[in-house]
Nanobody, 116 residues
Framework: QVQLVESGGGLVQAGGSLRLSCAAS????????MGWFRQAPGKERESVAV????????YYGDSVKGRFTISRDNAKNAIDLQMNSLKPEDTAVYYC?????????WGQGTQVTVSS
């Protein structure tokens, strides 16, 4: 089992940057594909970015391509999400996830608010 704790959320003006971090427990962290998802009020949770267990493959949602960068450090059991050129529509609760085969684990979420 993996436990995930996000940090780094907050309030930022449009055009600004934030860096989210996710710290994971467990000895098998390097086996998990990791990702960031977000959910805005009244909307479904959507995938923001995903990184493979080795870090060799990444996926980005269309709305964040070119602005967000996901990275991982398997030695530190952590992933980050660098968010640049933030827009008000990026406002949401951001969740860290870990997936291995049919098991998916979630963090508690961190709020990101982008003011116009």
């Amino acid at each position: 089992q993996v436990q995930l704790v996000e940090s780094g959320g907050g309030l930022v003006q449009a055009g600004g940057s934030l860096r989210l971090s996710c710290a994971a427990s467990g000895r098998t962290f390097s086996s998990y594909d990791m990702g960031w998802f977000r959910q805005a009020p009244g909307k479904e949770r959507e995938s923001v970015a995903v990184i493979s267990w080795s870090g060799s493959s990444t996926y980005y949602g269309d709305s964040v391509k070119g602005r967000f960068t996901i990275s991982r450090d398997n030695a530190k059991n952590a992933i980050d999400l660098q968010m640049n050129s933030l827009k008000p529509e990026d406002t949401a609760v951001y969740y860290c996830s870990a997936q291995l085969k049919s098991s998916t684990y979630w963090g508690q979420g961190t709020q990101v608010t982008v003011s116009s």
